[in-house]
């Protein structure tokens, strides 16, 4: 029988750490104003880490017997971290921010910390892939050219074929390195449209040369030089003649000087003669699914950022109940949060009905859009992803609570507004029937001049879902609903502003677990209507 002792183990070694009376090694880190130096044993670094078995094997003693490694490219507060783990075999990361975290796992790569290495990878794509995936230019060149972090590597794959519009919308990526940007146009699989593609590189082109002038009508020759030289190796890679004309015309020809000459002449003939042959080498189309591309965007007048805009329910589409070719059938394992029951309830206060629909009668199908823990959760990312559909259910599940509440918008999410309240009489919010929860409770809209509230495109990294007077909204600081406990059900004991009754019984704000965002779709089912 063995007997193992780790946790005192780990404590006598974390105490010899701090013990200064017989280390033989000292290690500077960081670069001038921040050094810092630590006292280690070479015994103990050899046999954690290859790294420093090799690194004190090339170096001299000095007088004292002590050697002396210099480490100027890790700052003091990770090497602290990784030194306590090298020693104790623990590390605490509860208050690190993700990107002390990331830099965590970088060097933990470079010391030959494997271990260490591989389980910061792993919590990093569990936990904090919203961060992740706003973070893109940050995380992906370091990781590219390297053999290591294939797991980081196949989360960024699988997100550039699903979510393709969210990798070239973010603002991080114009300082994408030019490799790794090389290597997302070649893709086949690119799921978005080529005149998105063309715009983004002439964005990423422009923002290495922040000495072009803003206004292309002030463009000298050696100024499209200047970006012809720097989109060189991209410019073969877009896929010109799959290019609606009157995008040609419009984005590609103000552009034309950095195209070769035969290339604008080839597409000038094919938007004029499209059945003529053409010289120019012409590209596969990309595989782009119609099915999984926003709906048309609904345009919004120009108006001063000063003004809060209203919005009627005439000018959205409404309860977008189409019958999908493939409906989604609900099952067990349609979502995290909600039941087959949710369902039923949910199903039947949109249509209004005093009555629960029995399961075997539930008129629509529940499409899921997005999921947090899935496609993570940063506001953007509902932005991004609930734009343009209508008549959606998004429902929360609230941290350290069994809790489970949300909102029903009948009409289109829109991230292109500047900041709008939007009126309809058919939206509500709502808490579940769900562990403690005996009843469930539904909160129609009493005031519908704020019965919904649209962000504005700088706000949208900090807000999500917004219904009424913060009767409940998902929010975040820190770009994560799950991090700084700021989503709010308001309470108000006496009377809602714009809903007619709290959801909540308490003004207190919270962080969610999870969150969904279903589309509502109608089934094919006889004698069953929309209201």
Known sequence: MN??????????????????????????????????????????LRYRSSYFGKELENILTNKDHIKTI?????????????????????????????????????????????????????????????????????VYHSIFNSNKFKGLKKFYNDMIEKHPNLIFELEDL????????????????????????????????????????????????????????????????????HIPGEEIWKNIKPYREILEKQLWDDLTQCFMFPNQPVKS???????????????????????????????????????????????????????????????????????????TYFLENIPYEFQLILRGSRDGFHPKTFWEMCHGHAGTIVVAKIEMTDEIVGGYNPLAWDNSTRGIDVKTNDSFIFSLKNGDMQNSILSLVIDNSEALFYADSKDQNNDGPWFGDSEFVLKSDVSDFTQDKLCLCHYNSKSNTFYEKPI??????????????????????????IR
């Open 281 to 355: 080498l012409v590209l596969p189309a990309r595989m782009i699914s119609t099915s999984n591309l926003p709906s048309k965007t609904i345009s919004t007048p120009n108006l001063s950022p000063k003004i809060r805009p209203t919005i009627s329910t005439s000018d959205l589409p409404s309860k977008t109940i189409s019958t999908p070719e493939f409906p989604l059938k609900v099952n067990e394992s349609f979502s995290t949060i909600i039941s087959k029951e949710h369902v039923a309830e949910l199903s039947s206060w949109i249509d209004r009905k005093s009555t």
């Open 504 to 529: 909540r019984k308490t003004n207190e704000s919270f962080s969610i677990v999870d969150y969904e965002v279903f589309k509502i779709i109608l089934k094919k089912i006889p004698n069953c209507t």
């Open 70 to 138: 210099i480490k100027p490219n890790i700052s003091a507060q990770i090497f602290e971290i990784i030194l306590k783990y090298i020693y104790g075999g623990i590390i605490d990361i509860e208050t690190a921010d993700t990107k002390t975290v990331y830099e965590l796992m970088v060097n933990a790569n470079e010391l030959k910390l494997k271990e260490l290495s591989v389980k910061l990878e792993s919590y990093l794509i569990e936990s904090k892939a919203s961060w992740l995936k706003t973070h893109i230019s940050f």
């Open 174 to 241: 114009i300082s994408l390195q030019e490799s790794a940007l090389i290597s997302i146009l070649k893709r086949d699989d690119l799921n978005v449209e080529e005149i998105k593609i063309w715009n983004y590189v002439i964005k990423w082109g422009i923002a290495q040369n922040p000495t072009l002038p803003t206004n292309l009508e002030e463009w000298s020759n050696e100024n499209f030089e200047a970006l012809k030289i720097t989109i060189q190796q991209c410019l073969p890679l877009i896929r010109y003649f």
């Open 3 to 44: 007997f193992k002792f780790f946790d005192k183990l780990s404590q006598d070694f974390s105490e010899l750490l701090n013990d200064k009376k017989e280390y033989n090694v000292v290690i500077e880190v960081d670069k001038e104003g921040n050094k810092k130096s630590f006292t280690a044993h070479s015994v103990v």
